[in-house]
């Protein structure tokens, strides 16, 4: 998968690109079933918290994080020095208000220098109003990390 000029202008100006279809309705119900017996399996409250770095003893999570078509359009944006730092399944099931994401700059946990980093998140459901749909504030990428005060309960 190749991207545009335009594509890759609009990820310069504002740090991001959506969406890109990077699997047809068959790999997403493969993915969307096996991600479903990962859940049984570890449960919902652990699902919720988030199942990091599953890639490692769950081969559809490597194929899914180092599928070609996702390559090639990260680098496409940032060259092809590309490392695969993390995997994390994060779940926000419809009407739970007590668990959100607070507006974050994902570097900032990573701790890497220069603080650059790449994040391809691939939606195995509809993202909406009811789960928690993801926002993003264009173009704060350009003026690099800023520092932060964690607040209590985000």
Sequence with gaps: MTLSNLQIA???KAGYISPIRIADQTQGDYCRDQFNQLE???GREKSMIGLLDR???HPF???LATQPDIL???EAVIGPNILLLAT???CKYGGSSDRFVAWHQDVTYWGLEPPMAVTAWYAVDDSDRDNGC???IPGTHAAGWEP???QPGS
């Design 148 to 150: 932060f005060e964690h």
């Design 134 to 136: 993801m926002q993003i």
């Design 40 to 42: 049984a399996a570890e």
């Design 61 to 63: 999570i490597w194929e």
């Design 88 to 90: 994390h399944f994060f």
């Design 10 to 12: 609009s990820f310069k």
């Design 72 to 74: 090639d359009c990260i």
């Design 55 to 57: 890639h490692m003893d």
